[in-house]
């Protein structure tokens, strides 16, 4: 398998608009949203993001090109810990074209889906995100605190509150 960059999706998806008639509008969250805000360095085998059109034809089209997906329709759903409430009117486009809208969350908005995993990975990935739009630490507190609100209480609520604290002493120890 290969790695997949932004260059080589959007041609894919581009075939998939063409060859199917269906319209493709895709928030990217992983490693191809980094490569979009500029860490163009960041390696990915995968597309990972919430879809919204036809999920099953998408990802069998991937799939026939060796293109993993984890897709779908909403990624608030991925995990016990929401992602703050209008998340999806943040996001920014950033590519567009007839059949084809490409969006990324807003810096902070990503920053909580990377931290409601947790990986060493998403921290380093979300640490990127913090300095490249110089995050403050107060306004990746409040959207958590958000995202905390909307979530069922469930005991990894817990963790992630300690997951954003030490992030956040993380990112004040490295300004």
Not at 96 to 105: H, I, K, V
Not at 149 to 170: G, M, Q, W, Y
Request: glycine share 6%; hydrophobic share 45%; aromatic share 6%.
């Amino acid at each position: 398998m290969s790695p997949l960059n932004l260059d080589r999706l959007i041609a894919v998806l581009q075939d998939y608009v063409r060859s199917t008639g269906s319209s493709v509008d895709l928030i990217l969250v992983g490693g191809l949203a980094l490569q979009a805000y500029g860490l163009r360095e960041r390696v990915t085998l995968d597309v990972d993001g919430e879809l919204v059109g036809e999920l099953e034809s998408l990802v069998e089209f991937l799939r026939q090109r060796h293109i993993p997906a984890d897709l779908g329709e909403n990624m608030s759903g991925w995990a016990v810990v929401a992602m703050p409430p209008g998340y999806r009117t943040r996001t920014t486009v950033f590519h567009r074209e007839a059949g084809l809208t490409l969006r990324l969350l807003s810096p902070v908005d990503f920053v909580i889906a990377k931290l409601r995993r947790g990986t060493e990975t998403d921290l380093d990935d979300a640490e990127f995100v913090v300095q490249k739009f110089d995050l403050a630490t107060t306004d990746i507190q409040h959207a958590a605190e958000q995202a905390i609100a909307a979530s069922p209480k469930d005991t990894a609520l817990f963790i992630f509150k300690r997951i954003v604290a030490a992030f956040c002493k993380r990112i004040e120890a490295n300004s």
